[in-house]
């Protein structure tokens, strides 16, 4: 799936890096997944509308499939995103740690 995304050293690559990310999270339709939560009175642009995870009565079991699926989407956008970044880089992010990153699929 990263094959086409060129690795993300520097500056220089921030253009070609994010249009190849862009493109691949729009193709498998995941932007929901990166994209920000619009203040009150954002303009709103229907290709940039953030998605949040369901809500997971633990009690019902038809939603808990409908909860494994937006975390497992949600891990695949996150793959996409740090797949292919430099050590350096990715060593600047903050680390991940809570229950997204740590909910069994």
Request: aromatic share 12%; hydrophobic share 45%; proline share 11%.
């Amino acid at each position: 799936m990263l094959r086409f995304l060129n690795v993300f050293k520097s500056v220089a690559d921030w253009v070609p890096w994010f249009a190849a990310a862009s493109w691949l999270i729009t193709s498998v339709s995941l932007q929901g997944h990166i994209c920000h939560i619009p203040i009150p009175g954002d303009l709103i642009d229907p290709t940039s509308r953030a998605v949040l995870p369901p809500h997971y009565d633990f009690d019902l079991t038809p939603e808990a499939e409908i909860y494994r699926v937006f975390w497992a989407n949600d891990k695949i956008a996150d793959h996409i995103i740090v797949g292919k970044l430099a050590p350096d880089i990715a060593n600047s992010l903050p680390p991940k740690h809570g229950s997204p990153y740590d909910m069994p699929i």
